[in-house]
């Protein structure tokens, strides 16, 4: 589950509670109450990304990053379709790219590094035609970047040294 430390519970304060999600720290809502950003960057956040994010239909951004949320990406996370920012900079995440996430083609930007991921990037990059910005620095990747990353003609930043 994700945890945080206990001395900043009270900035958590209306998290879990019958309060309306759109009043919790981080949560950002639209107009008509449905969750489109959750934006909770260095809070100390550990363990894997729970399951229960699928059920924000509307998620367009999500910023976990520099916290310690380890385990493998979970395959889940390609559920979060129509979400266009996935941040998780810095974090303990370990493992391979999932291969679902490659369906996010809606992705603009996609920020994986500081982290342990490991294996080679597959050539499903390619069918991520909107991505604009993609950082996969400081992991543990080896081979050689796909050709098919010549396909994402919107790609301004891509970060891949230190692996």
Not at 22 to 44: A, I, M
Not at 66 to 76: D, E, F, K, M, R
Not at 100 to 114: C, H, I, N, P, V
Request: hydrophobic share 35%; aromatic share 10%; glycine share 6%.
């Amino acid at each position: 589950d994700l945890s945080t430390d206990e001395s900043i519970s009270n900035t958590y304060y209306y998290w879990l509670s019958h309060d309306h999600e759109c009043t919790w720290y981080g949560v950002t809502c639209d107009e008509n109450g449905s969750v489109v950003r959750l934006e909770l960057p260095e809070n100390n956040l550990n363990g894997p990304i729970p399951g229960e994010l699928i059920h924000l239909t509307s998620l367009r951004i999500l910023h976990l990053q520099h916290n310690l949320l380890s385990g493998t990406l979970p395959t889940h996370i390609a559920h979060l379709y129509p979400l266009i920012e996935l941040q998780l900079l810095d974090n303990m995440f370990s493992g391979t790219i999932p291969e679902e996430l490659y369906d996010l083609t809606t992705l603009q930007k996609l920020s994986l590094g500081w982290n342990d991921f490991s294996g080679t990037l597959s050539t499903r990059i390619g069918e991520m035609t909107n991505l604009q910005m993609l950082s996969l620095f400081d992991n543990k990747f080896d081979g050689t970047i796909p050709s098919e990353i010549g396909k994402l003609s919107f790609l301004s930043f891509l970060y891949t040294h230190s692996n």
